[in-house]
C-alpha cells in the first residue's frame, strides 16, 4: 500500500500503515470495546490505534521509540510516549496491548541509520524486538488483560507461540493473509 507521501515522493521517517497494520487493527477492533483501554506499542503512524480509538470507542496510548513516529501518533490524535517497549508504564493498567513489531529476518547493523527500517528490521531471527516484548507485556496488563501480537511466517510463528507459553501465555491464532513470500498472523495471547 502507498499512501499519499509515497506518491508524491516524500520519504518519512516513521512505518506507514500497510497490509500488515490493516490486518492487526481489523482484528482488534472486532475483539475490542469502549471499556478497554489499549496501548499500541511502536505506534508508527498511529494508524492501529486510531483505529481502535475510532471504531471500537477505546481509550488508546500509543508508545514508539521512534520520535517522528510519536509526532505523526499525536498528529492522528493518539497520545503517545517514546519509549523502548512498555518500560514506562505502571503495572497492570493495560485491557489490551497491541504490536505490529519489526519482523523482518536481517542483519542488525541494517536498520541503526534508518527510522523506517528500524521499524522493519528484526534481527536475524526476526525476534529480535519480539523476544523481549514477550518477555515484558505481562507486567503491563491489567487481570484479564490480552496481548494482540501481529507475526510472520519468516519470523517463525511456533518459536514466538513457544516463547509466548514460557511467559505464562496461551495463544490463539484469529486471522491470517497470505502473499507469495509470507504468511501473516495475528495471535491473541492471553495469561
Known sequence: MTDLADRRGIETDYYEPAEDSMLLADVVVADVDASDLVLDVGTGSGYVGAR?????????????????????????????VRADLVSPFADGVFDVVTFNPPYLPADDDAARDDWVEVALTGGESGRAVIDPFLDAVGRVLAPDGRVYLLVSTLTGIEAVVKRAGQRGFSSVLLDETSFPFETLVVLKLVA
Open 52 to 80: 481502535i480509538r475510532d471504531e471500537a470507542g477505546s481509550r488508546v496510548v500509543g508508545s514508539d521509540l521512534n520520535p517522528h513516529a510519536c509526532r505523526r501518533a499525536v498528529a492522528a490524535g493518539i497520545e503517545a
